[in-house]
C-alpha cells in the first residue's frame, strides 16, 4: 500500500523541492520571495512553448528557466535597485504571470516529457527527479561549509555585514534571487515535462506551499526539501485517498502546519536577521 | 501689514498643500499613464489600429448609464477589498488575506441567507453581520499570532486563504451543494436576505443591470473609513501605531491590541466583498466566485495611496479595466491578459517609485 504511494509522493514533491530550494537562496540573501508562484508558472509556461516549438524537452527546459529568470530580474531590479516593497512586488510578479499565460495562449498540444532513469522497485522517473536530491546536498554544502554561502547568508543576516568586507550586499542578492527564478523555473518545468500538458491554474498555490516549506524548513535545504516530502506525501495520500480523509483537509495541512511552526508552538523559526530590510 | 502677513502665510500654506497633493497624485496618475502607453505599444505591436482601442475604453466604459452602472457594479467588491488593505497598511499590517476573508464571509452570509427565514429589515442586517464576523476572525488570527508571537502577519494570511479555500470547498462539495446540481454552489438565499438592485430605484437603468445597492454600503464604509481614521481615538491610535509603534506606547497604547482588532476591522471589511457578490448578484454561495478580488485589492489600495477617497478613485479604475476588458476581448480580440500584464507592471512601476521617493527622504 504504502509502496503505492511512492511514486505519486516523488512526482509531488520534485516541484516543490526545485521552488523550496529557490526560495532559500533568496530569502538567506534578504529578499522575501512571493513571486515564486509566479516562477513556477511562467517556468511551466516556458516548458510548454519551447518544447512544443523545437520538439526537444532539453530546449523547453532552457526556455523554462529562462522565464523564471526574466521574472527573478525583474523582482531583483525592483527590490534591490529601486527598494520596492519586496512582497507587493512579489504579488504583482505573480499576476504579471497570469497575465501573460492569458495573453500569450498556450498550445493545449502534447509536449515531450524529459528523458526518465529507471530504479529498482519504484519504477522509473524523470532526471529532474533524481537532481533534485544532489542539488539539495550541493546547496548545503554551498551554504553551510563554503565561504561563498557564508557571504550568501551575510546578505540576508545584516544590512552591514558584507560591507564591512567592501563587498557589494547587492550584488548577493541578485545573485539570490536570480537562482530563485532558475529553480522555481525547473520546478515549473517538471510539472509540464510530467503530464505533458500545460493548464492555467496548474500551479495551483504551490510556489505558496514552497514557501510554507521554506519557513518549515528553518531556511535550509535539507530541511526544506524534507519538508517538500513531508507536503508531497500528503498530497499524494489526497490522490489515492486512501483513509478517506476529505481532501480539504490533507490540502490546508501543510498551510496550518506552516502557522503551527511560525508561532513557535513546534520548533522555532529563525528567519534570516534582515530578511525584506532594505539597505539604509 | 498685519493682513498682508497672515495673506502670505495663508498663500504658502495653500502652496504647500497644493505640492502636497502633486506630490501624493504624481506617481499613481505616472503608472496610469504607464499603463495605458504598454497598451498601447501592444497594441501597435499587433498592428491594430489604436484609436479604436481607446474609443472602445471609452464606448464600453461611459457611453451610456447602463455601461457606467457596470463599471460601478465591477468596481464595488475592490472598493471594500482595497480599503480593508488601506487600513491594515495604515496601521503597518499588510493584510494579503483579503481574499480568504471575503470567501469566509460570503459562505456566513449564505448560510445565514438560508437557514433564517426572517424578514428583510433583521435579515440583511444578520447576513451582513454574519460575514463581518467571520470576515473578521479570519484576520484576527494572523493579528493575533503577529501580536503574540510575533509572526509575520503576511505569510499567515496567506496561509489563511488556503485554508479558507479549502474549508469553503469543501463545506460547498459535502455539505452544503445544492441537491442534483453538478455545480459546486449552495442553494438560493431567501428573497428578503438579498440587496435591491439599484435599477429598481434609478429608471436610468435598464432592468437588466446588474448593479446594487452593495455599491451604496462601500460607497458609505468609504466615508465612514474615512472620519474614522481622521476624527476618532481609535483612527489615530491606528495610524500612530502605523507611524511610530514606540511613540504610541509611550502614549499608553497598546499596539499589541492594536494589531489585533485592525486586523479584524480589515477582515471585516474585506468580508463585506464576499457579501457584495452573495447578497448583491449571485444569491448564492459559488465556489470559486472572486476572481482575484482580494490581490486586486493590494492595487488598488498601492495606487489609492491608502486614503478612502484614493481607494474609491482607484477602484473605480480596476473596474474600469475589468469591465473594459470584456469588450475589448470581444470587439477587438485582445486577450484579457494584456491589462492583468498591464496591472502588474503598474504595481511594480508604483512600489518602485515609492521606494525611490522613501530613499531620498
Redesign the interface.
Known sequence: MILDLIPSTLRMTTPLGFAALGGIYSERTGI?N?ALEGMMLLGAYGYLVGAHASNSAWIGLLVGIALGVVLAL?HAV??IT????Q???G???????????????PTTDRVPGLPEMGLPFIGSYSVLVYLLPILMVVSHILLFKTPWGLRLRAAGESTEALRTLSLSRAKWQYFGVILSGIFAGIGGCFMVSDIHVFTKGMIG?RG?VA??AV?FGNWRPLYGVAACLLFGFASSLELTNLWKI?D??I??FP??L??IV???LVGR?R?PAALGK?ES | MNIRQSFTTLFNNLLFQILQLIRNLLPPLLAICGFFLLCGIVLILRRQNLWEFYTTIFISGFSSFDEVGSVLFNSTPLIFTGLAVAIGYKCGL?N?GCEGQLYVAAFAATWVGIYLNLPSVMLVPLCIGAAMIAGSIWGAVPGF?KA??G??E???T???N??AF??T??LVI?VYREPDQMIPQTAQIHEAARLPRLSNMFPVLSQSNLLDASFLIACACVVICYIFLKYTRWGYELRLVGNAPEVAEYGGINPRVVTVWVMALSGAIAGLAGVADVMGYRHRFLDGFSS?WG?TG??VA?LGRNHPFGVLAAALLFGLLNKVALDIELILEV??????????????GL??M???S??NN
Not at chain 1, 82 to 85: G, I, L, R, T
Not at chain 2, 335 to 348: E, T
Open positions: 522575501i512571493i525583474l525592483a527590490t529601486f527598494h520596492a516593497e512582497i507587493v512586488t504579488i504583482a510578479i505573480n499576476i504579471l504571470a497570469l497575465g501573460v499565460t492569458e495573453y500569450l495562449i498555490g505558496y514557501l510554507a519557513i476529505p480539504q483537509l490540502k490546508s498551510y496550518i506552516t502557522m511560525l508561532a513557535g523559526a528567519p532594505n | 499588510f494579503i499570532l503574540k508571537f509572526a509575520h503576511v505569510i499567515n496567506i496561509m489563511m488556503f485554508v479549502a474549508l470547498n469543501f459535502s482575484g490581490f493590494i492595487a498601492l486577450p484579457r491578459g494584456l491589462f492583468l500584464v498591464g496591472q502588474g507592471l503598474l504595481i511594480v512600489v518602485c515609492e521606494g525611490i522613501k530613499r
